[in-house]
């Protein structure tokens, strides 16, 4: 079945195919969370793996095999919790950025407040590009201020999906750093990249 077909099964595929189709690294990003969010569907599992061949961009390739993978994996009934150790011991082996994208997308909900101090002991922002957005996902979702430095050097980064994950994570740790790192975005010739600090300083001028 293609991409179009699966479309008219699958409750909100319209725009999730939209999504993929449009070449916009944060609406692409919006989606696979959505998808990881969301109870295990086979259906989405077919349309997600349809779509990722077209996805030639290499950050958002990997993002959406991870998700791929974890959607897999729930289907399947074999996705892990993972511990606070076994990312501590990934982490020494950056080589292996697949499966530290999976041990922090799976971590419990117990050890995922406690992971960004092991994730700053580990320099995460040293780590090859296409994990990097998915750590600044997670430290959306559990970082604090301690973590604004290295949040700051990623809205720096020349992969716009690097760069607009760090940026969105940067706004909920640490939203006093905001209007001086988006005035510059303002000009870049990405226009993902110009939207989102237009976005980002629309939200901090109402905070």
């Avoid at 479309?7 to 696979?32: E, N, V």
């Avoid at 349309?47 to 958002?60: A, G």
């Avoid at 959607?71 to 009934?77: E, I, N, P």
């Avoid at 697949?98 to 002991?121: F, H, W, Y």
Wanted: hydrophobic letters at 45%.
């Amino acid at each position: 079945m293609g991409a179009m077909a699966m479309t008219k099964t699958i409750p909100g595929s319209d725009q999730l195919l939209s999504a993929f189709t449009s070449g916009d690294g944060t609406l692409i990003m919006s989606a696979l969370m959505d998808i990881e969010a969301a109870p295990p569907n086979q259906g989405l599992a077919q349309l997600l793996n349809s779509v990722i061949p077209k996805i030639t961009d290499t950050v958002l390739s990997f993002q959406a095999r991870k998700t791929l993978k974890i959607l897999a994996l729930k289907l399947q009934g074999r996705l892990p919790v993972l511990n606070l150790e076994t990312l501590q011991k990934l982490l020494q082996q950056p080589d292996r950025f697949e499966d530290i994208a999976l041990a922090v997308s799976t971590l419990s909900p117990g050890d995922a407040v406690m992971a960004p101090e092991i994730l700053r002991q580990a320099n995460w922002q040293d780590l090859p590009s296409p994990i990097l957005p998915t750590i600044c996902a997670f430290m959306k979702q559990f970082g604090s201020i301690a973590d604004a430095p290295p949040l700051i050097e990623l809205c720096r980064h020349p992969d716009p999906t690097v760069l607009t994950t760090a940026l969105k994570a940067l706004e909920v740790v640490d939203p006093t750093n905001i209007q001086s790192l988006v005035t510059p975005l303002l000009s870049n010739p990405n226009p993902t990249i110009r939207a989102q600090a237009i976005q980002a300083l629309y939200r901090s001028d109402k905070a």
